[in-house]
């Protein structure tokens, strides 16, 4: 029996999952059913909000100025939320009088006062705002929600179906289960061990600290401290794709693992450097299918296979918004959630990753705005659904894949951050990762934008493919680690590593010489995959460039026939005014530049091999 099944048995006992007769709307996403005219809560999804609230709870505690305000008025509760306060006091003596029962108002706590209360004791009101306000019977305490959101002081509540909008939307983080005697104590006795342990682990460094006397142990330990972290800060371990454990093919694991991966695309782009009127997703990449179609087809296929719910998040400027959504009503039957979003509505632009150097790597904006998307209710909701990882997509990269091999990994390594990478055509590389499974490299290898720096210098490419760890991201907004701009995302979180996926996986479209290497017989795909032709022996793909004829799109198409079969092309390069016929066959390297006011066109079934033309008689 795992732990979370034991859990699970726990939450049971308490009747924690059985709720009122009522159900509100807003309410279902944690309904399971209904059963003898009452509502069932789904277990699975309470212990989720459970766990984020207690989080919330420690990583508030860290702060020794921090308060907390328990608010009670049923009376079987009492004896329970008293018991805790007790022991919770003595986790910081400056709390004890911050932890007291609700007898006034919260707006009014800004001054000392004292009052009678209804049992006749002399309460004395805080003379400061709490930092988080804990209910446990938020319905009979709607006044406290209302002045709390008001002065902008986070909520934990336990929240029943019957719960109005009005009330529930106030309550930040939210625990629905019945309020059972039982449940409540478990949740007192949870929050008593996550500030008791917080306690401990603070006790435990001061003692550390004691032991070094003098000052010069102490600087010592500082500078080696110091020098370690900045090392461990400007490396990432390397892994390769083959070396991932393979999957166990078990449907039943495979849907509960994929259950867990939500997808996020961003469609802000619009194609006007390829004389593309629109989003550059929606520019026809194979046999009628754009970018956007290969995402959605991945998906479709995860879901329909294994019987799993992964939803897909778009992210669009606002000059693309309206596009994609008219492309959207063609998934309105399909088995897949798709929800768009409009930069601007929930996106704030002022966020951002780092502030950036050439030499140093750091992630692109688009990171930036999904944690700001995030942080803007988003990842609660998320979260409550059992969401444990994101796969933010490259707009640009046509062959991201969405691969549970690599989720699987993050999961049972419990890694927070992974960016996929491929390799340049370094030598020396290549031969270090072909005598090691894996290796640390510093920042500075790698780099994120290969059109704009030569590649010679790094060992890696990043392919702006992000996995990350959703818990980890509540845990950095919730600390508001996200206003330190001048931190770059790696060094945000506990343990990040970097997956060199094959150079097959990363194919940027900034071009039309990226649209024939696509369109071509070099690669096919199958669900929403690009697969890479087999009778290709040579690793890299072939280097092409059109010339500024072949610019926009409609002057690509016009001027090919049918796109030539590239299969053993090593490079291709086109100036001029050339228009090439059908079937034909390019191997080698291939230049052919058309002199000025000539019109050349290479005939039906031509096939060049290691040619230079520039006139039609060298055909």
Not at 88 to 113: A, C
Not at 168 to 173: G, I, N
Not at 456 to 480: C, E, G, H, P, S
């Amino acid at each position: 029996m795992t732990i979370h099944s034991v859990v699970i048995q726990k939450l049971l006992t308490t009747n924690s999952h059985i709720s009122r007769q009522t159900v509100t709307h807003h309410f279902k996403q944690f309904t399971y059913g209904i059963r003898n005219n009452q509502a069932i809560l789904d277990s699975d999804k309470t212990l989720i909000c459970l766990r984020n609230a207690l989080n919330f709870i420690t990583c508030l505690s860290r702060d020794p100025s921090s308060s907390f305000l328990f608010i009670n008025t049923n009376p079987l509760f009492q004896t329970i939320i008293d018991e805790m306060t007790l022991k919770v006091t003595t986790f910081n003596p400056e709390r004890v009088s911050n932890l007291w029962k609700m007898r006034g108002f919260l707006t009014n706590s800004f001054s000392p006062k004292k009052f009678r209360s209804r049992n006749k004791k002399l309460v004395f009101g805080p003379t400061r705002l709490p930092d988080c306000v804990v209910v446990f019977d938020t319905e009979r305490k709607s006044s406290i929600l209302s002045e709390a959101e008001r002065l902008g002081i986070p909520i934990v509540g336990l929240v029943d179906s019957s719960m109005p909008w009005e009330f529930y939307k106030k309550v930040t983080y939210p625990i629905p289960a019945n309020d059972s005697v039982q449940f409540v104590y478990l949740v007192c006795n949870m929050i008593t061990k996550c500030l008791m342990l917080e306690k401990k682990r603070k006790e435990g460094e001061k003692r550390i600290g004691r032991k070094a006397t003098s000052r010069e142990e102490v600087k010592q330990i500082e500078e080696s401290t110091s020098e370690s972290k900045v090392e461990s800060a400007n490396e990432v371990l390397v892994i390769p794709y083959d070396s991932l454990a393979p999957l166990s093919g078990d449907i039943a694991d495979m849907k509960q693992l994929l259950d867990k991966l939500v997808v996020v695309k961003f469609n802000g782009a619009l194609g006007k450097n390829m004389g593309f009127n629109g989003p550059k997703s929606l520019i026809e990449v194979k046999n009628g299918s754009t970018s956007l179609d290969l995402t959605v087809n991945q998906i479709q296929s995860l879901n329909s296979k294994y019987g799993c719910n992964v939803p897909l998040l778009l992210i669009n400027s606002r000059t693309t918004h309206d596009d994609v959504l008219k492309v959207l009503e063609k998934y309105s039957s399909s088995k897949i959630d798709i929800h768009s979003f409009r930069q601007g509505d929930h996106i704030q632009q002022e966020l951002s990753f780092s502030g950036g150097g050439e030499d140093e790597w750091y992630s692109s904006d688009h990171g930036a705005q999904f944690l700001s998307l995030m942080s803007s209710g988003t990842l609660d909701v998320l979260l409550s659904q059992g969401k444990e990882y994101a796969l933010v997509v490259n707009p640009d990269n046509t062959a991201a894949v969405v691969d549970p091999k690599i989720l699987n990994h993050l999961a049972q390594n419990s890694v927070e951050y992974c960016m996929e990478v491929t390799r340049t055509t370094s030598g020396g590389l290549m031969n270090f990762m072909a005598s090691s499974l894996q290796g640390k490299f510093k920042l500075e290898d790698f780099t994120s934008n290969p059109a704009k720096h030569s590649v010679k210098k790094f060992k890696f490419i990043d392919t702006r493919n992000l996995w990350v760890d959703l818990k980890a991201i509540k845990r950095l907004v919730d600390t508001n680690a996200l206003k330190l701009g001048d931190l770059s995302t790696l060094k945000l979180f506990e343990k990040a590593i970097g997956i060199m996926i094959p150079q097959s996986r990363f194919l940027p479209l900034n071009s039309t010489s990226d649209l024939l290497l696509l369109q071509s017989d070099l690669y096919s795909f199958t669900e929403g995959v690009l697969i890479r032709n087999d009778a290709r022996t040579t690793p890299t793909n072939p280097s092409i460039d059109l010339g500024p004829e072949f610019e926009k799109v409609s002057d690509f198409q016009s001027r090919f026939k049918t796109i030539p079969s590239i299969i053993r092309l090593d490079s291709l390069e086109v100036t001029g005014d050339v228009w090439f016929g059908a079937d034909i066959t390019l191997k080698g390297r291939v230049r052919i530049a058309a002199d000025p006011g000539v019109k050349l066109e290479i005939p039906d079934g031509v096939v060049l091999k290691n040619e230079e033309i520039n006139e039609p008689r060298d055909i």
